[in-house]
T-cell receptor, first 117, second 113 residues
Framework: DSGVTQTPKHLITATGQRVTLRCSPRSGDLSVYWYQQSLDQGLQFLIQYYNGEERAKGNILERFSAQQFPDLHSELNLSSLELGDSALYFC????????????????FGEGSRLTVL | AQSVAQPEDQVNVAEGNPLTVKCTYSVSGNPYLFWYVQYPNRGLQFLLKYITGDNLVKGSYGFEAEFNKSQTSFHLKKPSALVSDSALYFCAVRDMSDYKLSFGAGTTVTVRA
């Protein structure tokens, strides 16, 4: 168990809909990262938050957005869903900037599998 | 930009034989390199990392990796593979500016009994 919790584990929805994925990082971790894993694109970095602020942006579509709340949990919002958005979405956290020792590994949740029909 | 490449989509070995999963990297500056494993329908599990020091890094489940600066490689190895090692393996490099990891495409390892 990595200590990173993601909900829901599975989600089935229709094209054009909007969904929200939730992530709780490990206790004390300030950084949250979102990744998308699909068969054709592999593991793609979407976005990173650090202590509530956006820190880095990757291949995230404009239809997608994220935020990190004061309690450090994060949400990834996916809107106007398309068939191609079907994927496994991972959240990860790290100790960076938390004052605890660490050398960069990320701790991943079990993922949220999104199926768009 | 930093990147890693995993030249093999699949690696097949017999149980008890040595296992090697290849990774090459491209970075500016000193690399922070990682290996992760993903079992079906699971998240990524950290195996090992190279930050500095000894070129041979030992990790979880009997895995080790050899850092080779001249060849810009960080190959994952296991002296004697188990059927339970069958999984998807990812090599990753850390971005020094924002700490995110960039992953290779992954290598599917199949260990046959």
């Amino acid at each position: 168990d990595s200590g990173v919790t993601q909900t829901p584990k599975h989600l089935i929805t229709a094209t054009g809909q909007r969904v929200t994925l939730r992530c709780s990082p490990r206790s004390g971790d300030l950084s949250v990262y979102w990744y998308q894993q699909s068969l054709d694109q592999g593991l793609q970095f979407l976005i990173q938050y650090y202590n509530g602020e956006e820190r880095a942006k990757g291949n995230i579509l404009e239809r997608f957005s994220a935020q990190q709340f004061p309690d450090l949990h994060s949400e990834l919002n996916l809107s106007s869903l398309e068939l191609g958005d079907s994927a496994l979405y991972f959240c990860a956290s790290s100790v960076e900037g938390s004052g605890r020792a660490g050398t960069g590994e990320l701790f991943f949740g079990e993922g949220s599998r999104l199926t768009v029909l | 930009a930093q990147s890693v490449a995993q030249p093999e989509d699949q690696v097949n070995v017999a149980e008890g034989n040595p296992l090697t999963v290849k990774c090459t990297y491209s970075v500016s500056g000193n690399p922070y390199l990682f290996w992760y494993v993903q079992y079906p329908n699971r998240g990524l599990q950290f195996l090992l990392k190279y930050i500095t020091g000894d070129n041979l890094v030992k990790g979880s489940y009997g895995f080790e990796a050899e850092f080779n600066k001249s060849q810009t490689s960080f190959h994952l190895k296991k002296p004697s593979a188990l059927v339970s090692d069958s999984a998807l393996y990812f090599c990753a490099v850390r971005d020094m500016s924002d700490y995110k990891l960039s992953f290779g495409a992954g290598t599917t390892v199949t260990v046959r009994a």
